[in-house]
């Protein structure tokens, strides 16, 4: 029989050297992976994001190309119009299948991964911050009117009091002195002392734009009409809602007629029939992205602009993440 044979130093040391060789190209390998993994979702994370940012484009100029064409076809806005039915959330897919007999040629594969929606508001349908203040003071019919909407909402008018203060001299003091910043948004209230609870309350019933403007009666919530009108009581308000549902009015010569003596202190400088600033929310998902931008549309005529636009994270109300059913 053969001497059982022991290994030589030199041949451990071998073995021990091949097993660290394979050790270190195993780790420089998977750390190879590793960084292209990284680079490829870099990359595909920046390429998504330049398609929801321009695809969000698209959605806006296809609201502007709403608010003109219904600029083309009416001299009054009200809620029956097309711009405002909300846009459900669907595939991209389902808006481009208007194609001749409703089939998308050739469609790119993105068109069934991003999902749409969003929903156009008449922003003269609320109260607007900016009427609050004329000719370096506070008007005091519009502060009555204000009063009426925070005794609607249950809401304490010792805190209007107090930012409209903050307000007017915002506007009033010039600019690097102490008085607070002159807000842009509705959001910004809170720079003026507005407390949270309270501007969450109010939001969907105020408006901040960049000039005074009319309510209208037309697209005006009952509440705002409450408030935008003297002496209105509620039932009168709602019978208000019912009637332009049935048949909107043409002016206010002819809401007068119609609605009796409630309405005979219409004015064409407090109120109106038609509008001229909308928002514009546009909401876009596509696999991992999940973003919505809100714009604020001046329409002249049949001439839209663009006031401001700003685009931010987008969760939906109902809790729904990103990667969720477009149907939760």
Not at 190 to 216: C, D, E, F, R
Not at 239 to 263: H, N
Not at 298 to 305: C, F, V
Request: charged fraction near 15%; hydrophobic fraction near 45%; charge should be neutral.
């Amino acid at each position: 029989m053969m001497p059982h044979m022991r290994p030589s130093p030199q041949q451990g040391a071998a073995l021990l050297l091949a097993m660290m060789t394979v050790v270190l190209v195993a780790t420089l390998a998977s750390t190879m992976l590793w960084q292209q993994w990284r680079i490829t979702a870099v990359e595909t994370a920046e390429r998504q994001g330049q398609q929801a940012h321009w695809l969000l484009v698209g959605a806006h100029d296809w609201a502007r190309v709403v608010m003109r064409e219904d600029a083309l076809g009416s001299q009054t806005d009200h809620l029956a119009e097309p711009w405002a039915l909300p846009l459900r959330e669907a595939r991209l897919s389902s808006f481009l299948a208007a194609a001749p007999g409703g089939v998308v040629q050739n469609a790119d594969p993105l068109t069934e991964q991003v999902f749409l929606s969003g929903d156009i508001n008449d922003m003269q349908a609320r109260l607007n911050v900016r009427n609050l203040v004329s000719q370096g003071q506070l008007v005091a019919s519009e502060l009555n009117t204000w009063r009426r909407l925070y005794q609607q909402l249950a809401l304490p008018e010792v805190s209007l009091e107090a930012w409209t203060r903050a307000y007017l001299l915002a506007h009033t003091t010039p600019v690097g002195s102490d008085a607070p910043l002159l807000p842009q948004r509705v959001s910004q209230l809170t720079w003026l002392g507005m407390p949270q609870a309270h501007l969450a309350k109010l939001a969907p019933y105020i408006s901040l734009l960049p000039v005074p403007t009319a309510v209208n009666i037309h697209t005006a919530s009952a509440e705002v009409l409450l408030a935008v009108v003297p002496h209105l009581s509620q039932t009168a308000a709602r019978e208000w809602v019912v009637d332009r549902q049935r048949q909107p009015w043409r002016d206010l010569e002819d809401a007068k007629q119609r609605l009796g003596a409630d309405a005979q202190s219409l004015t064409a400088e407090r109120h109106s029939v038609q509008s001229s600033y909308f928002e514009v929310n546009g909401r876009l998902r596509l696999n991992d992205i999940a973003l919505m931008e809100t714009s604020l549309i001046r329409r002249d005529g049949l001439k839209t602009t663009t006031v401001w636009q700003e685009r931010r994270p987008w969760q939906s109300s109902t809790g729904c993440s990103p990667q969720a059913s477009p149907t939760c």
